[in-house]
C-alpha cells in the first residue's frame, strides 16, 4: 500500500502547484484493463480467506503473472510524465520476484520492524534466506504504530514518487497540453 503515500503526495503537491483535480481527466492511459486485472488478481490473491487456501506454486505463478501484466501496461504508457520513474520501480520490483521465484523476499529486521509475523499465508512478502538481487527486495519498513506499516522496497519509492508525479503534473498541466499519444 506505499503506492497509497505517492498518490496522496502527487494530490497535494498538485493543488500547492496551483493545479485542479479537473485536470487529472485529461490523463488517458493505454492498457488499463490489464493494468486492472494484475491489480485485482493481487488484492484477490493477498485476502485472507484465499491467502490461506492458495498454494505456493500457484500463488507464485499469480503474483509473477499480474505483476507482469501490471509492468506491460506501465510500460505502454511511458510517454506520460513521471510513468519513466514508475516504470523503473515496477521493473525492479518485478526483477526481484522472477529472481527469487515468484515471491518479494523481505529482510528479517525489517519486517520485525513492520510487525510482520511469517505465517502459512501466502504472502506478497516473505522472508528468504540469501535472496536473490537482496538490495532491491523489502529491505525498509515503516514502523508498526505506524499507518500502513509494512515493509517497502527501493522500487516501491520509484512507484510512489512516479505516481505523485504523474498526478502532480496532471493536475498542473496547461489547457491542450498532450499527457499521452
Known amino acids: 500500500m506505499f503506492f497509497l503515500l505517492g498518490i496522496a503526495a502527487g494530490l497535494i503537491a ?11 481527466r485529461g490523463l488517458s492511459f493505454r492498457l488499463v484493463p490489464l493494468a486492472v486485472a494484475g491489480l485485482v488478481a493481487q488484492l484477490i490473491l ?27 501496461a506501465v510500460l505502454a504508457n511511458v510517454r506520460i510524465p513521471g510513468i519513466p520513474v514508475l516504470a523503473v520501480g515496477a521493473g525492479l520490483n518485478l526483477a526481484a520476484i522472477v529472481a527469487n521465484g515468484g515471491i518479494m523476499p523481505a529482510d528479517p529486521a525489517a519486517a520485525a520492524s513492520a510487525g510482520i509475523v511469517p505465517d502459512d499465508a501466502f504472502s506478497n512478502s516473505a522472508i528468504v534466506d540469501n535472496p536473490v538481487l537482496g538490495p532491491i527486495t523489502d529491505i525498509f519498513a515503516v514502523p508498526s504504530g505506524l499507518p500502513l506499516a509494512n515493509v517497502f522496497s527501493i522500487g516501491d519509492i520509484l512507484i510512489a514518487v512516479g505516481l505523485a508525479w504523474t498526478i502532480a503534473a496532471a493536475m498542473t498541466r496547461r489547457t491542450g497540453d498532450p499527457l499521452s499519444d
Request: zero cysteines; a negative charge.
Open 46 to 72: 493477498f485476502a485472507d480467506p484465499v491467502a490461506l487456501a492458495v498454494s505456493d506454486p500457484v500463488g507464485r505463478l499469480v503474483y509473477t503473472a499480474s505483476t507482469l501484466a501490471v509492468f506491460v
Open 14 to 24: 498538485g493543488l500547492a502547484l496551483g493545479g485542479s483535480f479537473e485536470r487529472l
